[in-house]
Nanobody, 115 residues
Framework: QVQLVESGGGLVQPGGSLRLSCAAS????????MAWYRQVPGKERDLVAAITQGGSTYYAGAMKGRYTISRDNAENTVYLQMNSLQPEVTAVYYC?????????WGQGTQVTVSS
């Protein structure tokens, strides 16, 4: 069983940066393909970025170039560095496996981009 706890969100001005963290319990973390997702009210949860066990990365659409996903298998943690943030990315951000497992959804971390 894996438990995931997201942190690092907050209120940031347009053009600012945030680094999200996802701390995972469980020794199987390093064998999991992990991802960040985001959800705005009334919409489905969308994939933002994913990282394989070996560190290969994938970014959805316009995220590439502005976001960087990384992982520290020794610390059982996945990160999402978010730069040049704009109001349209305001959402709750979650981490999970990719593809996601329902039982692993946590509380997420709120990212709000506003002046």
């Amino acid at each position: 069983q894996v438990q995931l706890v997201e942190s690092g969100g907050g209120l940031v001005q347009p053009g600012g940066s945030l680094r999200l963290s996802c701390a995972a319990s469980g020794s199987i973390f390093k064998s999991l393909r992990m991802a960040w997702y985001r959800q705005v009210p009334g919409k489905e949860r969308d994939l933002v970025a994913a990282i394989t066990q070996g560190g290969s990365t994938y970014y959805a659409g316009a995220m590439k170039g502005r976001y960087t996903i990384s992982r520290d298998n020794a610390e059982n943690t996945v990160y999402l560095q978010m730069n040049s943030l704009q109001p349209e990315v305001t959402a709750v951000y979650y981490c999970n496996e990719q593809p996601p497992l329902q039982r692993y959804w946590g509380q997420g971390t709120q990212v709000t981009v506003s002046s």
